[in-house]
């Protein structure tokens, strides 16, 4: 399971560093919306963003804009399913 903290979102440079982690991205993933699509076409498994109110408060349209990625990549790729929640139990 990937693990994203959208508390730790708190601008659009956090948040791509958060993203980047989270997905345990390769280095040359660009920070942009464009590239979040293109690693989830790839990506196997569950991803999870907690706090996601956190990150929208902080980035706003552009929170809604990441998460629709992450849906619409989640309808697109059946080796991939998103939600939001808490961090689960360790």
């Known amino acids: ?48 963003l907690t706090c996601a109110c956190q990150m929208l408060n902080a980035l706003g349209t552009y929170g809604c804009r990441i998460l629709e990625v992450f849906y619409r990549a989640a309808k697109a790729n059946k080796h991939l399913t998103f939600s939001l929640g808490h961090r689960p139990e360790e």
């Open 1 to 48: 399971m990937y693990i994203i903290d959208g508390s730790k979102m708190t601008d659009r440079k956090e948040a791509w560093e958060e993203i980047k982690r989270g997905l345990d991205a390769p280095a040359y993933m660009g920070s942009n919306l464009d590239a979040l699509n293109d690693i989830l076409g790839e990506t196997r498994g569950e991803v999870r």
